[in-house]
Every structure is written in C-alpha cells, then in structure tokens.
C-alpha cells in the first residue's frame, strides 16, 4: 500500500516556474515507478511524466519536454516536478502516480493516486 500528498501548487505567472512535491508512505516506494499527470476542467487526465525505480528512466508528455523535469529521492520517499517556463495550458490539478508495473503512460498502469494539487498559470 502506497498513500501519496501532493503539495506545492500554486498561481504564477506565465513564464514563471513551481515545483511540485509528492510525499510517499509505505515500505515498498523505491520499488514504484513514479508518475505526474494533469487534468484540466473538461478534458481527460493526461500523462506529464514518469521516472523508473532507481530513477534512471524518465519520460515526458510531448507538451512539457524541455520545460519540465521528473526526479526522485526514495530514501525520503518523494517525488519532485519541477516546472519552468509555465503557459496558460499547464492549468490543471497535477497528481501523483504510482506504478508497480513495467509501462508508466496511462492512467490504468497506476495503482495509487494522490489527491492531486492545483497550478493556475495566468498570463
């Protein structure tokens, strides 16, 4: 069993920058593939990143490569999304993921999910 909080969110500026944090509880978190999506109002939750076990791996939504940046520190058991040069479009309640399977881009592949925290981007 994997419980996860996300905090961090915020309202910033466009072109402004926020990392997200997600806090982790249970033993077996560095044996989790870790993953952020979004959801914004009326759309379906989309895939923002993912970083294997060790944090080796890591994968990207096509509209945040080169902006956003996954990572992970399993000895404190979080997970980080740090994002930079943040547009209106990012706005959504991002959530924390985490996967005990081998691919990490859909929802489906998760088995544990935070309650998710708001970032308002305004322009």
Known sequence: QVQLVESGGGLVQ???SLRLSCAASGRTFSTYAMGWFRQAPGKEREFV??????GGRTYYGDSVKGRFAIS???ANKRVY????????????????????????????EYDYWGQGTQVTVSS
Do not use: F
């Not at 990143?49 to 060790?54: D, E, K, R, V």
């Not at 943040?86 to 859909?106: H, I």
């Open 81 to 108: 999304l740090q994002m930079h040069s943040l547009k209106p479009e990012d706005t959504a309640v991002y959530y924390c993921a985490a996967s005990g399977g081998s691919t990490w881009l859909a929802p489906r």
């Open 49 to 54: 990143a993912a970083i294997s076990w060790t």
């Open 14 to 16: 466009a072109g402004g």
């Open 72 to 74: 992970r520190d399993n």
